[in-house]
Structures are given as structure tokens and as C-alpha cells.
């Protein structure tokens, strides 16, 4: 009976992870530095579902973000 359970647990635990969606990532506008060759600022929007984050990462550049949050 525990081997069941303990099995059912990892099973939902499974299925969880498996429905999770992918951020949605969309480019807004990409604009080239002129006073510093080779290089661009970027904007773009990141849509999580609710609940939804991303994992712990790092830019390798200068980075700029907002957090806004939906209503309910």
C-alpha cells in the first residue's frame, strides 16, 4: 500500500511538471549603439502563465527589467 502511494505522489509530481508552459518571449524593438560599436539595447516582453517564473539565470551584459503584474 505505501509502494502505491509513494508511486501516485511521484506520478502527480510527473504530471506537474510536464503541464508547466514556457514563458512566451516577444522581441519590441532592437536599436544599435552608435557610441558603442558592435553592441545593441534590446527590448522584449516576457509572459509567464500565473504561477509561472523563470529559473535563476545571468545576463551577461547590462540588463533592465520591470515586473508588472496582471488584475486578477
Known amino acids: 500500500m505505501t509502494i502505491k502511494l509513494v508511486a ?3 506520478l502527480c509530481l510527473m504530471t506537474g511538471t510536464a503541464v508547466a508552459q514556457e514563458p512566451k518571449v516577444t522581441a ?3 536599436k544599435d549603439l552608435p557610441e ?3 553592441r545593441e539595447a534590446l527590448m522584449i516582453t516576457v509572459e509567464h502563465a500565473p504561477g509561472g517564473s ?19
Not at 55 to 72: E, K, Q, V
Request: aromatic share 4%.
Open 8 to 10: 501516485l505522489a511521484l
Open 28 to 30: 519590441l524593438m532592437s
Open 36 to 38: 558603442n560599436p558592435g
Open 54 to 72: 523563470s529559473a535563476i539565470h545571468r545576463h551577461n551584459a547590462h540588463a533592465l527589467s520591470t515586473c508588472w503584474r496582471a488584475p486578477l
